[in-house]
């Protein structure tokens, strides 16, 4: 629990003597900054599971409306829960405002066509999606094991193939020749055995590697933004970025290639999250309250680069990973936090609930 005095729910943000500072607003002004508490379920959840969580939240957080509340079901949970978080109803209901949102976890940049399996942002928008996460960590690199892009380049890596590729590239006019040097020589020298290495190396680099590219996030937000879906870009550096000391230089290219998609007309309405992939999921530790103070302060003066003082103050900075009941009040003290991206503790009534009460509330089973 907090040791610090009660944290603001809702604020405006001034910059003076280099700082952010969080300045107490009235809930209900306009102007005001609201922070965003998001759930994000990943694959967990089917849709009626969904809906049954989703109420006993909004039975925990009756009259709740000083800051948004957000859910990212998987994609067959979308409609059920569009269905049910209808405003009137909710305000009927539990005396929330219009503080609930429905999130996607994902969206394809395609707006038709031969995708099998993907979903794009239109179809999103049409079953009432407000906004959409983009770029999580789960995307950009730990999902690439799975779809084994590393074994089938590594498969293909033998003395046999590459024989067949110089017979296939001799005879092409547009192969740069030292390539196809390099690559009669290896295949004329090379052992089998420094194949097979070379092989499992590259299966172990791309299978790290291998997800979202920077590329792709920017045209899933271009696409978005085009039918009107607000974005959550989520950021982070790997526990090897971090060692190495490339924390902010990763940070700086991940923002500045997915903000490069969106205009200052808009940009206060982008949320980033702030997710170091270390800190994310179960067994991991969240980051310490001085990581995320250094480098939130740094986002937010980075945004004040590209878009000015205005939109800086006003776009939502959030916090990802192993947020619970017990940190959010320290997180939420950080003058450039305004919210939190949550993963375990978001399929738990009671602790979801509680992070939304900035860990105040009933301590709860957590079922
Ligand atoms: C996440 O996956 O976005 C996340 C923050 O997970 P967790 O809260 O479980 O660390």
Redesign the pocket.
């Known amino acids: 629990m907090s040791t610090h005095a009660p944290t603001l729910r809702t604020y405006y943000r001034q910059r003076k003597a280099n700082q952010w500072h969080k300045i107490p607003a009235e809930a209900g002004d306009p102007g005001a900054i609201r922070p965003f508490l998001a759930g994000?379920w990943?694959m967990n959840m089917i849709p009626r599971s969904g809906v049954a969580l989703a109420a006993r939240i909004f039975d925990l957080c009756r009259d709740i409306r000083d800051v948004e509340i957000g859910f990212a079901p998987p994609y067959t949970g979308l409609s059920a829960l569009a269905d049910y978080i209808k405003p009137d109803f909710l305000r009927q209901e539990y005396g929330l405002g219009r503080n609930v949102f429905l999130l996607a976890q994902d969206t394809f940049f395609e707006s038709k066509g031969a995708f099998t399996g993907e979903i794009s942002s239109e179809m999103l928008a049409s079953i009432g999606v407000d906004r959409v996460i983009i770029g999580?960590?789960?995307r950009r690199t730990n999902l690439g094991k799975y779809f084994g892009f590393g074994s089938s380049v590594a498969r293909r890596l033998t003395r046999e193939f590459l024989l067949q590729e110089v017979e296939l590239l001799r005879v092409r006019e547009d192969v740069d020749p030292t390539v196809l040097a390099a690559i009669e020589h290896l295949t004329a020298e090379a052992r089998q055995d420094i194949l097979k290495g070379l092989a499992r190396f590259m299966e172990a680099e791309l299978r790290e590697r291998a997800g979202e590219s920077d590329e792709a996030i920017q045209k899933k937000i271009q696409a978005c933004l085009t039918h009107g879906l607000q974005i959550i870009l989520?950021c982070g550096e790997n526990r090897e970025a971090r060692q190495t000391h490339e924390t902010f230089k990763l940070l700086d290219r991940q923002i500045r290639m997915g903000m490069e998609a969106v205009s200052p007309r808009i940009a206060g309405d982008v949320i980033i999250?702030y997710?170091p992939v270390w800190?994310?999921?179960?067994g991991?530790q969240?980051a310490k309250i001085e990581q995320i103070s250094e480098v939130h302060g740094f986002m937010r003066n980075l945004i004040m680069d590209l878009y000015g003082e205005q939109v800086a103050a006003t776009l939502r900075i959030l916090y990802?990973?192993?947020?619970k009941p017990d940190n959010i009040a320290d997180i939420m003290n950080i003058p450039d936090v305004d919210g939190a991206?949550?993963?375990?503790?978001?399929l738990k009534a009671c602790d979801f609930a509680r992070i939304i009460r900035f860990g105040l509330g009933q301590a709860g089973t957590g079922a």
């Open positions: 994000n990943k999580h960590s789960d989520c999250a997710e800190a994310v999921g179960e991991a969240p990802g990973g192993n947020v991206l949550v993963g375990g503790a978001s």
